[in-house]
């Protein structure tokens, strides 16, 4: 079955993250991060991986670069990992670092790739974690800092940024579960933590424009909340999770107020004065999408959970299981029309305050490495309901799968591949899955459907002659 066509001039890209592909812990003056010395700490990588090694992409990131362009990707999605850059994560520039970036950016510009850098990607300078990390509100003002230098160095070649990749994971499974780094357990006394990141995400945006960087976006994980039950509690327990991980930070970015003014007198802070930075005008939205939640009243005799993660009883809320889907390798259920319903709850929601969207990651982990039909149907069955979602009014401007390559997936270590191409964690060997042929012809067939249509319409309507179209000697 044909795919619908996208518009000319859509993107197309494939994401990565550097603590999850880089390795190189420690060269070239690199510091560590809270991630490198969470996953040193015993049991917290469940199947035992080296998370040092990554996928060697900081030695072999020419080789990854050609299987870009051999995609034939319009931008490629990395982090810049901010202790690569400032060790200490305030102070001394380590320059071998900035270089390291340098080259990548050049690499991709050779081959008209569009890099695309975050600036955090989880990755905390640990002597900022140990400090509080984003519990520090100092954290969000040396964020700003490293920023600026990130874009000194690379926005003479970047035309498109994000600052922060999903703070609601980050508060939610690093400070309020302990089930990412930093491992805190602090549940609602979490709460700081995002409105720190928020007040980084709004300083980095000045910061990167004052350095010379434009085209600035965010990239935000969303997804529908589907009630379990008809309950009262039912629907209270479904729409504090919808506002803890949808609104709580999409508001304050995109209107400059928390949704909840009990949620707002529990952060830290001038508050009001740091919506007006939070609120700092971005020029796009970035949209990480993977499945619904299904959320009703807490039940204290069962054992729910989040994305795999046991949800504790004290907690006003439950997740249930949602059946009837197809689920992949971390037990998420595929359901492409989420895509459709999340984003064009977005548009609704914030109407002209929505500025045009990237979905920035969607991809699924199969544990399978060469068996990529299913991979191929999850991806073809997403972009059918993102193109249902623009058709019916929402303005998106590009899409990035997750991931390139397979990488270490966080606390899962190397158990869940959602590469487009295979990595052998023994040898580092890249090999391309049968998805990365089916994106590669899909891309293609776009390519040439839209410079078709662009020769059509200028055989139609060519352009008009000027008499001076360059100005006279």
Same mark, same amino acid.
């Given at each position: 079955m044909t795919l619908p066509m996208f518009p000319p001039g859509f993107l197309w890209g494939a994401s990565a993250s550097a603590f999850?592909?880089?390795?190189?812990v420690d060269a070239d003056g690199k510091g560590p991060s809270g991630w490198d010395a969470f996953a040193a700490l015993p049991g917290?990588?469940?199947?035992?991986?080296?998370?040092?090694?990554?996928?060697?992409?900081?030695?072999?990131?020419?080789?990854d670069v050609a299987l870009l362009a051999g995609l034939g990707a319009d931008a490629f999605r990395f982090s810049v990992s901010w202790p690569r850059v400032v060790p200490g994560g305030s102070g001394a520039v380590n320059a071998d670092g900035l270089d390291f970036y340098d080259r990548?950016?050049?690499?991709?510009?050779?081959?008209?790739?569009? +890099? $695309?850098? @975050?600036?955090?990607?989880? !990755?905390?300078? *640990?002597?900022?974690?140990?400090? =509080?990390?984003?519990? %520090?509100?100092?954290?969000?003002?040396?964020?700003?800092?490293?920023?600026?230098?990130?874009?000194?160095r690379l926005a003479d070649r970047v035309p498109l940024w994000i600052t922060i990749n999903e703070p609601a994971e980050v508060t939610l499974l690093g400070y309020a579960l302990?089930?990412?780094?930093?491992?805190?357990t602090l549940l609602f006394d979490a709460l700081p933590a995002a409105h720190h990141q928020l007040l980084a995400h709004g300083l980095a945006v000045r910061a990167l424009r004052a350095a010379g960087a434009d085209?600035?976006?965010?990239?935000?994980?969303?997804?529908?909340?589907?009630?379990?039950?008809?309950?009262?509690?039912?629907?209270?327990?479904?729409?504090?999770?919808?506002?803890?991980?949808?609104?709580?930070?999409?508001? +304050? $970015?995109? @209107?400059?107020?928390?949704? !909840?003014?009990? *949620?707002?007198?529990?952060?830290? =802070?001038?508050?009001? %004065?740091?919506?007006?930075v939070i609120s700092?005008?971005?020029?796009?939205?970035?949209?990480?999408?993977?499945?619904?939640?299904?959320?009703?009243?807490?039940?204290?005799?069962?054992?729910?959970?989040?994305?795999?993660?046991?949800?504790?009883?004290?907690?006003?809320?439950?997740?249930?299981?949602?059946e009837g889907y197809e689920k992949t390798g971390f037990g998420w259920p595929v359901v492409p029309e989420g895509l459709t319903e999340i984003v064009t709850a977005l548009h609704t929601r914030?109407?002209?305050?929505?500025?045009?969207?990237?979905?920035?990651?969607?991809?699924?982990?199969?544990?399978?490495?060469?068996?990529?039909?299913?991979?191929?149907?999850?991806?073809?069955?997403?972009?059918?309901a993102l193109r249902a979602a623009m058709d019916?009014?929402?303005?998106?401007?590009?899409?990035?799968?997750?991931?390139?390559?397979?990488?270490?997936?966080?606390?899962?270590?190397?158990s869940q591949r959602f590469g487009l191409v295979h990595i052998d964690y023994e040898t580092l060997t890249r090999t391309p899955k049968r998805s990365y042929a089916w994106y590669r012809d899909l891309i293609r067939a776009q390519k040439t459907q839209s410079t078709g249509e662009k020769q059509v319409a200028q055989k139609r309507n060519p352009p008009v002659e000027r008499a001076f179209a360059t100005p006279p000697e």
């Open positions: 999850q592909t880089e390795g190189a917290r990588i469940k199947d035992g991986t080296d998370t040092t090694r990554g996928t060697g992409f900081h030695a072999r990131y020419r080789e990548l950016v050049d690499e991709l510009c050779a081959h008209g790739i569009t +890099p $695309v850098p @975050t600036l955090y990607h989880w !990755d905390t300078p *640990l002597p900022l974690e140990e400090a =509080g990390g984003w519990l %520090d509100r100092d954290t969000a003002y040396r964020f700003a800092e490293y920023a600026g230098i990130v874009a000194e302990g089930e990412h780094a930093p491992g805190r085209n600035i976006g965010v990239a935000l994980s969303h997804a529908p909340v589907w009630t379990a039950g008809d309950t009262d509690e039912d629907r209270l327990g479904a729409e504090l999770y919808d506002t803890l991980t949808n609104w709580l930070f999409a508001d +304050p $970015v995109l @209107t400059g107020r928390y949704p !909840d003014e009990n *949620l707002a007198a529990l952060m830290p =802070g001038p508050v009001a %004065d740091d919506l007006k700092t005008p971005l020029d796009w939205y970035g949209v990480n999408y993977y499945n619904p939640t299904l959320v009703g009243a807490p039940r204290p005799e069962a054992l729910d959970t989040f994305s795999g993660f046991a949800m504790p009883a004290e907690l006003p809320f439950g997740i249930r299981e949602i914030y109407g002209d305050r929505l500025p045009p969207l990237y979905i920035t990651e969607n991809g699924c982990a199969l544990e399978e490495p060469h068996a990529d039909d299913r991979r191929i149907a999850y991806l073809e069955s997403h972009l059918r019916a009014g929402v303005d998106v401007r590009g899409y990035f799968t997750w991931s390139l390559t397979d990488n270490v997936e966080w606390t899962e270590g190397a």
